[in-house]
């Protein structure tokens, strides 16, 4: 099982173009599976959907969230249909099974004051406080995800048109950025980073103490760090600034489609989640103008 579980990592780094991310969990969930077929003495090309579910509950029993053992078995799936593919296995055993029912939580998010506070926390009396006011307004501004914003390059913004373009697991997408971030960046790029990098071939917008491209790592401590100095007691983290920046816009009157673009859904229902946020005044608009309201 080893070796093919090789072959699927190779194929979907090689073929399907995956991110280093995406990729990690597909390998903990197969490794995880493996383990599992390994310590019941069973074959991976001779199971049957009976054993997944039997899987599925173990899952279950050892406390697994529901969305954890939903990736699980996507996980799953895509690996058994690799395997068909490649006539290894006669059978795929998810074949049929539906995927656990997640729940769709309420994402967590800050005020607009309490956005406002957090921006207002990094210095700009040091190289350090410069970066991170930019990489805070930066990440408020486009709402891009911690990997997006880690793996993006100098030359992906636009200074004098005011945008940025995300390339995500072969999906491009352009977000246009306020006065406030260009500022920010633009301090930094002309202030801070040109100290920071260690070579002038260093292409990473963001980069760390050491001159090197900032790691997620680096990024939530940052966040977690002005936090704190803010005395906001709301757990943020860089996703809470994604849901922000999305919740804020629909309130402030954009449209679904448009901040899906901007977030990079492929499916509206995931930037649907949004709407239990808008405000009444949204309500009292319709109230007032439509004609049968």
Known sequence: MEKQIKLFLEFLENDKKLSENTLQSYRRDIVQFQEYLDNERLSYSKIDQQEIKKYIEYLK???????TISRNLASIRSFYQFLLRNKKVKKDPTEGMPSPKIDKKAPSILSSDEVEL?????SDADLKGIRDKAML????ATGMRVTEIISLNISDVNFEK??????????????????????AL???????RPVMIKSEDETALFVNVNGKRLTRQGFWKIIKYYKEQAHITKDITPHVLRHSFATHLLQNGADLKSIQMMLGHSDISSTQVYMQFQDDSLKNVYHKAHPRA
């Open 61 to 67: 029993k050892i406390g697994k969230k529901t969305s």
């Open 118 to 122: 957090l921006l207002e926390q990094p």
């Open 137 to 140: 307004e930066f990440a408020y």
């Open 162 to 183: 005011s945008y940025v373009v995300c390339n995500s697991e072969n999906k491009k997408r352009t977000i246009p950025l306020g006065a406030m971030s260009i500022k």
């Open 186 to 192: 633009k301090e930094y790029i002309k202030n801070a």
